[in-house]
């Protein structure tokens, strides 16, 4: 079955950095488009960041341009997810995504804490 595992959350100071991981199993992982989302307290859910199955296309939210890039290695199914000069607002869950076929997945979510 699909499986999305997140790591690599923790707290943080702001303009620190993090490396979010995203391994998964289960599906033809080149062959789809990866997402991040993320969710603060009190918060909808919102799509941080996209990358299309080859990685040639990325888009961001405006909220995090020029600071966080997405990247995968289709060769170890995983896709991965630089956080750069971190803001107390970035604090949420961060939850890898897959759209495949008709089916919705989600990873469990890894905590990200910026705060001094």
């Known amino acids: 079955q699909v499986q999305l595992v997140e790591s690599g959350g923790g707290l943080v100071q702001p303009g620190g950095s993090l490396r979010l991981s995203c391994a998964a199993s289960?599906?033809?992982?080149?062959?789809?488009?990866m997402n991040w989302y993320r969710q603060a307290p009190a918060k909808e859910r919102e799509l941080v960041t996209t990358?299309?199955?080859?990685?040639?296309?990325?888009n961001y939210a405006e909220s995090v341009k020029g600071r966080f890039t997405i990247s995968r290695d289709n060769a170890k199914n995983t896709v991965y997810l630089q956080m750069n000069s971190l803001k107390p607002e970035d604090t949420a869950v961060y939850y890898c995504?897959?759209?495949?076929?008709?089916?919705?997945?989600w990873g469990r979510g890894t905590q990200v804490t910026v705060s001094s």
């Open positions: 995504h897959a759209r495949i076929w008709s089916q919705v997945y």
């Open positions: 289960g599906f033809t992982f080149s062959s789809w488009t």
């Open positions: 990358i299309t199955r080859s990685g040639g296309t990325t």
